[in-house]
């Protein structure tokens, strides 16, 4: 009688966590397949409470927290060759909105002379230049995609951003900074989306 009112009791537990599971994933809205395959090369952005490994959206209850409380990730990237050093990119290619994206590409964060023996640990050492921006999207403004892109910085070059990058963090051309400074195809990718959250 007892192993029954415990088997009856889990099954009702699992029907409640069931229930609230589906009501959560009804909230969050199905990447398109070419949000969803954006991310390769096993990049790992990890916030204090959800750790990013693969294209997603950010649950509704972590939005406040990633838009106005948590510090920048840490990152890690387990393929990192340890005598070789990468460049951290974080853009926002919706900026104002996904549907007018004016200031695309807004540079949230920038990161040059990653030693890849600290990245394989998550210990982000290099040098910044941009420091890291929290992402946050203006209401009504709908999902953003926030993108990082790891690249391997070619051997004893000096990187730095123009003047004019400098002056903006809006209206970045990362192609541009890419193609000036011959980092090729990032190693690995990765993006979040997320929207305002009292929207």
């Known amino acids: ?83 070789k050093n990468y460049v951290l990119m974080m853009v926002d290619p ?18 040059v002379d990653i030693q890849g023996s600290g990245l394989r640990r998550g210990q982000l050492q290099g040098t910044t230049l941009s420091e890291y921006k929290r992402p946050t999207p203006p209401q009504k403004s709908g999902f953003h995609r926030y993108q990082f892109m790891l690249f391997e910085q070619p051997p004893d070059t000096r990187l730095s951003l123009t003047k004019q990058e400098k002056s903006s963090l809006g209206k970045w051309d990362p192609q541009a900074f890419v193609e000036r400074l011959d980092l090729g195809a990032p190693v690995a990718t990765l993006q979040f989306l997320t929207q305002n959250h009292k929207d």
């Open 1 to 83: 009688m007892a192993v029954a009112g415990l088997l009856w009791l889990l099954a009702a537990v699992a029907c409640v966590l069931g229930l609230q599971h589906a009501e959560g994933a009804a909230d969050m809205p199905a990447l398109s397949a070419a949000d969803a395959s954006f991310c390769h090369g096993g990049l790992e952005v990890a916030y204090p409470e959800v750790d990013i490994n693969k294209c997603l959206v950010i649950s509704k209850n972590l939005r406040e927290k990633i838009s106005k409380e948590w510090e920048a990730p840490q990152i890690y990237f387990s393929g990192a060759n340890q005598r």
């Open 94 to 111: 919706d900026a104002p909105s996904r549907s007018n994206p004016a200031a695309a590409n807004w540079r949230h964060w920038l990161v």
